[in-house]
């Protein structure tokens, strides 16, 4: 269906932080063609932003994230993250 969206859980790391939560992309898109098309920020819903030390300092029901600032995006599962919990 044209114009339909699905959630796509991710993890982004920045230099400072570790954020959780969804991007809105087309059922066939792949997280990488989202990272290609997107502008200056990304949109990610229900974000969870956490300190690299593990402290968590913000949930929020939307965030833009700066893709200059994004050093690595993974969808949910791309990694056995330990402190993740």
């Keep these: 269906m044209e114009g339909e969206e699905n959630r796509t859980r991710i993890t982004i790391l920045t230099r400072s932080f570790r954020i959780k939560g ?3 992309i087309t059922p066939s898109a792949r997280v ?4 290609v098309e997107s502008k200056n920020f990304i949109a990610v819903t229900d974000a969870e932003v956490w300190e690299i030390s593990g402290r968590q300092v913000l949930h ?9 600032h994004i050093e690595v995006v993974m969808p949910e599962g791309g990694s056995q993250d330990p402190a993740s919990s």
């Design 32 to 35: 990488t063609d989202y990272m």
């Design 60 to 68: 929020a029901p939307f965030i833009n994230v700066s893709r200059d």
């Design 22 to 24: 969804y991007i809105h």
